[in-house]
């Protein structure tokens, strides 16, 4: 899968995605081995076509002046009316302990990954990959996973940034000493005579970087010593590790070891059972739900069905919505409390409902400082677009009637120039438009009672209203006429 991570808009490209090479092209003369083979990704279309985890049959097209249209139709209802469609609901279960919703089945855990990105592996940074990972590292997965591939290419950058770096700087200092010499000269010549014949400074890419590096080490491995061996420093891999090669001379050397040695030894006993129980590799990662995805999946679309912390009963979502409202906070509040207008629950739910009812993919932005991260179709497809911020809004005039609420308005939505030039500065640095989102918090007495609220849980989001304002930071470098 593809990771963000948050570099400066002015680093140059990875030399692996840089566009390669054609069949029929001759290799570069400056290249000392040909360019390694990008391993084949996923078809991650064909993976995720399914934007949501739900059966959709969709109705031939109606034209009325062709009969044969409204034929199939008419067939296509009876086909849905005769074997109607069977919809997977999927189960997960609530863990007081954590305040979260985790899914333990292999099948629905790579089903909600699959249709829509919902949820976050346990022991994996988002995609839930540590079977693949384990495998690899037991050697029974010759293929690369997507961690390991992200972690070679960011090492191999990271050299090339060091090897241009050192470039600049060598060009660099021949300058200074071609001004210096340029300057003793003139000092000695007659006036009006002077030498200013300096080498220009160079500015050096990663490309340009990798080829000198890649040049050094063809001299270097084909230099000859007095003793007529070829020289073998010490080289880096491509992920970071050094690696020595020897000499010939070492390599001719052959160690004999002692057979009556090997045979005195005894072999160590295995159990059977022991290695039976080693061959068999579980899956110990599950799915880890934020608790509005899980509300959404139960309460939206209908395809979750969430135990209790006994894994005995389902907690209905007329009982699931005070249940994480009250779990909204730290500690977790006792059910006897009232609910408040502006849980923090509440707040954040209405916001992913609508950007998700709007077709987006919401993920959680806590890694840049944000609440949501907003993508067209998926973090395996593009990085996110925007950057959600949620803001609570008391514009009612009830919130104003005593010095009492306006306090606490005030208190909620306090924030400082400071915070919101610091996220925007982020948001700029990882190329992406940050969105104020204002929830409007409905006053207590128009929220209905907690016996409407088990009726219809719509009751009580329809007095929620949401604003969005996008911002863009101003750079005056970049936004010259």
């Known amino acids: ?34 360019p390694r083979p990008r391993p084949k990704r996923p078809n991650y279309k064909e993976i995720h076509r399914f934007p949501l985890p739900l059966n959709v049959h969709p109705l031939p097209p109606l034209i009325p002046h062709n009969p044969i249209s409204i034929i199939s139709v008419i067939l296509s209802y009876l086909t849905y009316f005769i074997s109607p469609p069977h919809q997977e609901v999927y189960s997960a279960y609530f863990d007081s302990a954590t305040s979260s919703v985790h899914v333990t089945d292999e099948k629905a855990i790579r089903a909600l990954w699959e249709m829509g990105f919902f949820g976050k592996g346990s022991l994996s940074r988002s995609e839930p990959s540590w079977l693949e990972r384990e495998k690899k590292r037991r050697g029974l997965l010759g293929v690369n996973t997507s961690e390991e591939v992200t972690g070679k290419r960011r090492a191999e950058r990271r050299e090339l940034k060091l090897e241009r770096a050192r470039k600049e700087r060598e060009a660099i200092a ?51 010593v007095p003793n007529g061996a070829t020289t073998s420093p010490e080289r880096r891999s491509p992920n970071g590790m050094k690696t020595v090669r020897f000499s010939p001379v070492v390599e001719q050397k052959e160690f004999v070891s002692d057979p009556g040695l090997s045979e005195s ?15 068999v590799l579980r899956n110990e990662e599950h799915l880890q739900l934020s608790n509005e995805e899980a509300f959404f999946l139960v309460y939206g679309l209908g395809v979750l069905q969430i135990y209790d912390d006994k894994r005995q009963s389902i907690i209905p979502a007329t009982h699931l919505l005070p249940l994480l409202r009250w779990h909204s906070y730290f500690p977790p509040r006792d059910p006897s409390t009232d609910l408040e207008p502006d849980d923090p629950f509440i707040i954040s739910y209405v916001v992913y409902h609508h950007f998700r009812s709007l077709g987006w993919v919401v993920r959680s932005g806590v ?80 929220s209905p009672s907690s016996d409407e609220a088990e009726d219809d849980i719509g009751a009580t989001l329809k007095h929620y209203k949401v604003r969005e304002m996008s911002i863009r930071r101003w750079v005056p470098n970049r936004s010259r006429d």
């Open 174 to 224: 021949e300058r200074l000493k071609a001004e210096a010499a340029a300057r003793e000269g003139a000092a000695g010549q007659p006036d009006g005579v002077a030498n200013v014949a300096t080498p220009t400074t160079e500015k050096f890419s990663l490309r340009k970087a990798r080829e000198a590096k890649m040049a050094e080490q063809k001299q270097s491995l084909t230099r000859d």
């Open 265 to 279: 030894l005894p072999e160590p006993a295995m159990d059977a059972k022991k290695i039976q129980e080693e061959d």
């Open 367 to 446: 890694k840049f400082g944000v609440d949501y991260l907003l993508y067209n179709r998926g973090p395996v497809f593009s990085h996110a677009e925007f950057a959600v911020i949620i803001l609570p809004s008391y514009g009612h005039p009830y919130w104003s009637e005593t010095q009492e609420r306006r306090d606490r308005a005030a208190k909620k939505q306090a924030r400082s120039w400071w915070w919101l030039h610091s996220v925007n500065r982020v948001q700029a640095q990882v190329k992406k438009s940050l969105v104020l989102c204002y929830v409007e918090v409905p006053p207590p007495s128009s």
């Open 1 to 34: 899968m593809a990771s963000e991570t948050a570099t400066t808009p002015t680093v140059a490209a990875s030399p692996a995605s840089g566009p390669s090479p054609s069949k029929n092209e001759p290799p570069r003369e400056g290249n000392s081995r040909p």
